[in-house]
């Protein structure tokens, strides 16, 4: 057993070390759209404004912040995969590179949630516009109580007619 369990375990640092340096910038990448999608869908959850806004609007939002949100993942994934090749290649960092390298890796998290929260708001502009030129799902799903009409409450559905003007209830 105790062979079988540092030869998996040497299987999984060989994989992830594989990983680590081919794919590095596209799992940071999809890392840090899934936080910026993710932070931006929860974050209208929370707060109740799903309720109010149309599908389209909050897929709109949740685009704009994921795509923003995969840049940062991106470059922290360039970060570790420049790491893993100076490693191999024998480069010695001094170490203010390698304080520089494991700041920028460990900083893309918090950095997409950072751009992930201006691409939410980049996606509810392109939301709004469309939702002024009518393209279905994008307005918003509640009542605006400065609209004129726009209550349904009986004394804002009371409409006086031009005949009766300067008539009262009681003189009909």
């Known amino acids: ?11 999984g640092e060989q994989l992830s070390g594989a990983l680590a340096g081919k794919y590095a910038p596209l799992i940071g990448a999809l890392g840090g759209a899934a936080i910026g999608a993710g932070g931006s869908v929860l974050g209208n959850v929370v707060t109740g404004q799903a309720d109010e806004k149309g599908p389209g ?18 470059a922290g994934g360039r ?11 024998g480069v010695a960092l001094s170490p203010l590179e390698k304080a520089l390298y494991t700041a920028g890796q ?16 980049i996606g509810g502009g392109i939301a709004n516009t469309a939702g ?34 300067g008539i009262s209830n009681y003189q009909r």
């Open 1 to 11: 057993m105790g062979r079988m369990g540092n030869r998996i375990r040497e299987t």
């Open 106 to 121: 460990a900083s893309a998290p918090l950095s997409s949630v950072t751009y992930g929260g201006l691409g939410g708001l």
């Open 132 to 165: 002024m030129v009518g393209v279905p799902g994008m307005q918003s799903n509640y009542i605006d109580p400065e609209s004129y009409g726009s209550s349904n409450s009986p004394g804002a559905r009371y409409k006086q007619t031009t005949g009766t003007a």
């Open 57 to 74: 609007r909050i897929a709109l939002e949740a685009l704009g912040a994921g795509g923003l949100g995969a840049l940062p993942g991106f």
């Open 79 to 89: 970060l570790a995969k420049q790491q893993q090749v100076l490693k191999k290649t």
